[in-house]
């Protein structure tokens, strides 16, 4: 008589044989696509290639703030290094400043623990989203016996931070440089259907 | 008189039982112009009739009958606003966060702070202390309005009082004088 697994799981408390552990837990929420991206694993680089950067994702899910408000502060620190990131969101008064300021202490934790970043000081924030997160209804009353509806509002946070100092924000294009461009581009026509 | 002239009018007789009957219904547009001095009851009539009517007409042209004509007056947006215009407006570099400038770090604490705001940290810690020599100084005088009308001085561990504290409250507190807290 063959027993299942479970039974036989269950039987090895004091048997010599050492059964895979059930987990009695249950399993983590289903992961979201910004969690998953932690887990890729490139092969190891050949000794000619210049180092690749690390990079570090993380997220904080269901949020209570407005996603339009939460993208002013996703927009003020995209492009930032670290360190101002984290003293413009210190001396802001919006509620979602401190928020964000969590998921970046806990971050550059992670690429410090985890990641292999040696200086916590030479990341710089490659990419800040707010999403949408889930929404729920309520009714709000309102005088004479009028009602709407109103949305309890949640949003996701989602950041990438990236070993090595920010990138140089690109040189505005001068009246005289788009001028050059057009001139160019006049000089680099060529005359078709003919000889 | 007003019978002779309708034996010797039988149009007009016609014309006057019409202004008559308009008359008593209230309304009398065209004829008003025509005030003879034959029908005595007319013109006190016809005066209110007419004068106002014109000036209720201007008044009255836009709304017509009376509060409900004021809904139609009210702005309302014409088409919804697409997605693209919407966004223009909310990321208007003018609503978008602007970038301090005015950080810097505290000399004492290496913490951050605004250039002309006092450093949180140093604040708290000052206002912490503060709290517990308040809590000595209640607890010596022991309840509302026994405040001394004598200068008070605070005492850190393994001080004694100076020539200069004499005359002076001593409040004491056990623990080591804070580095920032200079004793004079």
Same mark, same amino acid.
């Given at each position: 008589?063959?027993?299942?697994?479970?039974?036989?799981?269950?039987?090895?408390?004091?048997?010599?044989?050492?059964?895979?552990?059930?987990?009695?837990?249950?399993?983590?929420?289903?992961?979201?696509?910004?969690?998953?991206?932690?887990?890729?694993?490139?092969?190891?680089?050949?000794?000619?290639?210049?180092?690749?950067?690390?990079?570090?994702?993380?997220?904080?899910?269901?949020?209570?703030?407005?996603?339009?408000?939460?993208?002013?502060?996703?927009?003020?620190?995209?492009?930032?290094?670290?360190?101002?990131?984290?003293?413009?969101?210190?001396?802001?008064?919006?509620?979602?400043?401190?928020?964000?300021?969590?998921?970046?202490?806990?971050?550059?934790?992670?690429?410090?623990?985890?990641?292999?970043?040696?200086?916590?000081?030479?990341?710089?924030?490659?990419?800040?989203?707010?999403?949408?997160?889930?929404?729920?209804?309520?009714?709000?009353?309102?005088?004479?016996?009028?009602?709407?509806?109103?949305?309890?509002?949640?949003?996701?946070?989602?950041?990438?931070?990236?070993?090595?100092?920010?990138?140089?924000?690109?040189?505005?294009?001068?009246?005289?440089?788009?001028?050059?461009?057009?001139?160019?581009?006049?000089?680099?026509?060529?005359?078709?259907?003919?000889? | 008189?007003?019978?002779?002239?309708?034996?010797?009018?039988?149009?007009?007789?016609?014309?006057?039982?019409?202004?008559?009957?308009?008359?008593?219904?209230?309304?009398?547009?065209?004829?008003?112009?025509?005030?003879?001095?034959?029908?005595?009851?007319?013109?006190?009539?016809?005066?209110?009739?007419?004068?106002?009517?014109?000036?209720?007409?201007?008044?009255?042209?836009?709304?017509?009958?009376?509060?409900?004509? *004021?809904?139609?007056?009210?702005?309302?947006?014409?088409?919804? /606003?697409? $997605? !693209?215009?919407? &966004?223009? +407006?909310?990321?208007?570099?003018?609503?978008?966060?602007?970038?301090?400038?005015?950080?810097?770090?505290?000399?004492?604490?290496?913490?951050?702070?605004?250039?002309?705001?006092?450093?949180?940290?140093?604040?708290?810690?000052?206002?912490?202390?503060?709290?517990?020599?308040?809590?000595?100084?209640?607890?010596?005088?022991?309840?509302?309005?026994?405040?001394?009308?004598?200068?008070?001085?605070?005492?850190?561990? *393994?001080?004694?009082?100076?020539?200069?504290?004499?005359?002076? /409250?001593? $409040? !004491?507190?056990? &623990?080591? +004088?804070?580095?920032?807290?200079?004793?004079?």
């Amino acid at each position: 008589m063959e027993l299942s697994l479970c039974e036989s799981g269950w039987f090895a408390a004091g048997s010599a044989f050492p059964l895979s552990c059930i987990h009695t837990s249950t399993s983590l929420q289903k992961l979201g696509k910004w969690e998953k991206k932690n887990r890729i694993v490139y092969p190891p680089q050949l000794p000619g290639e210049p180092r690749r950067p690390a990079e570090i994702y993380h997220c904080r899910r269901e949020i209570k703030y407005s996603k339009d408000k939460m993208w002013y502060l996703a927009k003020l620190i995209k492009g930032m290094s670290i360190d101002q990131a984290l003293a413009q969101l210190e001396f802001n008064d919006k509620k979602g400043a401190k928020i964000i300021k969590e998921v970046l202490l806990e971050a550059q934790e992670m690429a410090v623990r985890n990641h292999n970043v040696e200086f916590k000081s030479n990341l710089h924030i490659a990419e800040s989203l707010a999403g949408k997160g889930h929404y729920t209804k309520r009714i709000r009353l309102h005088g004479k016996g009028m009602f709407g509806i109103m949305k309890i509002v949640k949003c996701h946070y989602f950041v990438k931070l990236v070993e090595g100092p920010p990138p140089l924000p690109e040189p505005r294009k001068t009246g005289f440089d788009q001028a050059k461009e057009y001139v160019q581009q006049l000089r680099s026509r060529t005359l078709v259907h003919t000889l | 008189m007003v019978v002779v002239v309708l034996h010797l009018m039988p149009p007009i007789r016609h014309l006057l039982q019409r202004c008559w009957q308009r008359l008593e219904r209230g309304l009398l547009p065209a004829v008003c112009g025509v005030q003879s001095p034959l029908w005595g009851l007319a013109p006190a009539v016809q005066a209110p009739a007419c004068l106002p009517e014109p000036a209720a007409g201007t008044a009255e042209s836009g709304e017509g009958p009376g509060f409900l004509g *004021g809904v139609l007056w009210m702005a309302a947006p014409k088409k919804r /606003r697409s $997605i !693209e215009v919407n &966004r223009c +407006r909310r990321r208007n570099p003018s609503k978008l966060i602007p970038v301090k400038r005015n950080i810097d770090v505290c000399p004492e604490c290496g913490n951050l702070k605004l250039k002309h705001v006092l450093c949180g940290y140093c604040y708290a810690k000052v206002k912490a202390e503060t709290q517990q020599i308040r809590r000595e100084i209640s607890k010596k005088e022991g309840g509302a309005f026994n405040a001394p009308t004598v200068e008070s001085v605070v005492l850190y561990d *393994g001080e004694k009082p100076t020539e200069k504290d004499e005359g002076k /409250r001593i $409040i !004491e507190r056990a &623990r080591k +004088r804070p580095s920032w807290f200079i004793r004079n």
